[in-house]
Nanobody
Framework: QVQLVESGGGLVQPGGSLRLSCAAS????????MGWYRQAPGKQRELVAA???????NIADSVKGRFTTSRDNAKNTVYLQMNNLKPEDTAVYYC????????????????WGQGTLVTVSS
């Protein structure tokens, strides 16, 4: 079984910064893409940023220039650095990973974290 545990959410004023972390643990053989999605009240979940194991990244236009993502493959951890936060960034942020397990190293599992709330408000 594989778990993703997020941390780093909270309340921040507009213009502030937060850093989210997501660590994968369990019966992991390999991880391909790791990324972050968010869901604001009344809206659909959307991609924020994702990175492949080789380091290629995909950043949503709405956060380009403000958010960056990175990962530590040795620690099975992905990060989301959020700068110049705006009230419209308020949402639950979910970590996502494409994982191969030792039990089935040929079939990727799509795993989600439990989510962490980010609130941007003065």
């Amino acid at each position: 079984q594989v778990q993703l545990v997020e941390s780093g959410g909270g309340l921040v004023q507009p213009g502030g910064s937060l850093r989210l972390s997501c660590a994968a643990s369990g019966n992991i053989y390999n991880i391909n893409a790791m990324g972050w999605y968010r869901q604001a009240p009344g809206k659909q979940r959307e991609l924020v940023a994702a990175t492949t194991r080789g380091g290629s990244t995909n950043i949503a236009d709405s956060v380009k220039g403000r958010f960056t993502t990175s990962r530590d493959n040795a620690k099975n951890t992905v990060y989301l650095q959020m700068n110049n936060l705006k009230p419209e960034d308020t949402a639950v942020y979910y970590c996502n990973a494409e994982v191969l397990t030792w039990q089935n190293p040929s079939h990727y599992l799509n795993i989600w974290g439990q989510g962490t709330l980010v609130t941007v408000s003065s």
